[in-house]
C-alpha cells in the first residue's frame, strides 16, 4: 500500500519533497496557500553554500545541501542550479586580512576555497572595477539557484509522477493524520494522509498554533528600529533589466552581494542593510536604489540600468538561528521542517526527510536539529 503524504508548502523544500517522495512512490499532495514558489522562496538570493557557517554540526549539513544540489543537478537539475563559483573581494587591509584568516579556518576543513590576488580577482571578473581592491578569494563549488524554475520543474515531475498539487487552498486546522483548508470560493476540504509534513515557512508557526503547539520559531514581524531583536528579519532582493554586465559569478563584497539574475540582468541584496527596517516601514524601499549604487561602483556597466523588481520576504528563522527538522513528540503523524538556510539545505533534506518518513532511518545529518533541543533549553 502506498504511503499517503501530505507536503504543505510548494516554496524549495515543499517542491524537493514532493519530487524526492514521488520519486520512491509515495501518494503526495502538495498544498499551499498561493502559487509555487510564490513566498519565502521567491524573495531570497538564493545562494547555495557552507561558506562560515557555524556550528560544525549546520556547517556540515549545509555542505550536504551543496553536494545534493550537485547530485540533483546530474538527474536534469542543471536547469535551475548555476554552479558560478563566488568570489569575495577585499577592500582594504583589514577586510583582506579577516578573509585571509577565514579561507584558512574553511581550508583546513575541507571547504573548497583558495585566495586571490587582486590581478586574479579581475582575471576572474574582468568587469569588475573596485579602486581599492587589495585581494579576494574564490568558492568554486558554490552558485545559486534559479528558484522559481526549481519549484515549477520539481512540482511538474512529481505531478507527472502521479502527486496532486492543490493551489490556493489555506489551511484552516491540522490534527494527526488530517488538514484542513479553505479555498478560494469558501470551501471547507479535508485531506488524509498517513503523515503530514509541514514546509510551510513561516506558515508553520500559525498553522501549528490551530493545534495549540507553540512551534519554536521567530514571529515573522521584522526586525525594525524598536522592535523585539528576536523578530524574524527582512529580506529584500532586487533585479535589474537584462543588461550586458560581464558578471560571471556571485561576487561578494562589503554591503553588496551580487549575481547574475534569470532574466539576463543582476540580482543584488544585502541583509543587514534591509533587515534593520520592518516590513511596513516605508524606508525599506530606499534600500534598492542605495544597494544598485554600491553594485555601480563595482561595476560602472551597471550605470544605466534600472531595477525592475524588488522582492520582500519575512525570513524563517527558529529559535536558536539552527535548522528544525523532526516529527511533532505528541503528534507523531506530523513532521516539520524549519530553516533560513532553505535553499542550500533543500535537495538534502528532501532524501533525509524521505528516508525518515518513508523507512523510518533517521539521517545523522538531522541529529542535532530535532525538537528535543528546545525543551531542554528551557529547562
Wanted: glycine share 10%; proline share 4%.
Amino acid at each position: 500500500m502506498q504511503h499517503k503524504v501530505i507536503v504543505i508548502g510548494a516554496g524549495v523544500i515543499g517542491c524537493c519533497l514532493a519530487d524526492e517522495l514521488t520519486r520512491r512512490g509515495a501518494s503526495v499532495t502538495v498544498i499551499d496557500a498561493a502559487e509555487v514558489g510564490s513566498a519565502t522562496s521567491a524573495a531570497t538570493f538564493a545562494w547555495v553554500n557552507s561558506n562560515n557557517k557555524t556550528p560544525e554540526e549546520y556547517s556540515n549539513l549545509n555542505l550536504l545541501g551543496l553536494q545534493a544540489h550537485e547530485r540533483s543537478a546530474s538527474r536534469g537539475g542543471g536547469r535551475w542550479f548555476h554552479q558560478t563559483g563566488n568570489v569575495q573581494i577585499a577592500q582594504s587591509n583589514d577586510e583582506l586580512e579577516a578573509l585571509q584568516h577565514k579561507v584558512e579556518k574553511l581550508a583546513s576543513n575541507g571547504y573548497e576555497v583558495r585566495l586571490l590576488t587582486p590581478a586574479q580577482v579581475r582575471e576572474l571578473e574582468p568587469s569588475l572595477e573596485a579602486p581599492r581592491l587589495t585581494g579576494g578569494a574564490f568558492y568554486p563549488e558554490e552558485g545559486w539557484i534559479d528558484t522559481l524554475t526549481m519549484c515549477t520543474s520539481l512540482l511538474n515531475r512529481a505531478i507527472t509522477g502521479g502527486a496532486t498539487f492543490a493551489p490556493y487552498e489555506t489551511v484552516t486546522g491540522i490534527q494527526p493524520n488530517q488538514v484542513t483548508t479553505r479555498t478560494t470560493d469558501g470551501t471547507t476540504r479535508k485531506h488524509q494522509a498517513d503523515t503530514i509534513i509541514l514546509a510551510a515557512g513561516n506558515g508553520t508557526r500559525k498553522i501549528l498554533a490551530t493545534a495549540g503547539i507553540d512551534f519554536p520559531t521567530l514571529e515573522p514581524s521584522g526586525t525594525g528600529a524598536g522592535k523585539d531583536a528576536k523578530n524574524a528579519g527582512i529580506g529584500i532582493i532586487s533585479t535589474t533589466g537584462p543588461i550586458a554586465s560581464g558578471m560571471r559569478h556571485i561576487v561578494r563584497a562589503t554591503g553588496i552581494a551580487m549575481r547574475p539574475a534569470r532574466n539576463g540582468g543582476i540580482t543584488f541584496a544585502d541583509h543587514p542593510t534591509g533587515g534593520k527596517w520592518d516590513i511596513d516601514d516605508p524606508r525599506i524601499w530606499t534600500v534598492p536604489a542605495l544597494l544598485l549604487e554600491r553594485a555601480r561602483e563595482l561595476y560602472p556597466t551597471l550605470k544605466n540600468v534600472s531595477t525592475e523588481n524588488v522582492s520582500l520576504g519575512i525570513r524563517v528563522l527558529p529559535e536558536d538561528g539552527l535548522t528544525i527538522a523532526d516529527r511533532l513528540a505528541d503528534y507523531p503523524s506530523i513532521y516539520a521542517v524549519a530553516t533560513h538556510s532553505g535553499v542550500t539545505l533543500s535537495a538534502h533534506l528532501a532524501e533525509a526527510v524521505a528516508d525518515e518518513v518513508l523507512d523510518g532511518r533517521r539521517h545523522h545529518s538531522l541529529e542535532a536539529f530535532g525538537l528535543a533541543r528546545f525543551e531542554t533549553a528551557n529547562l
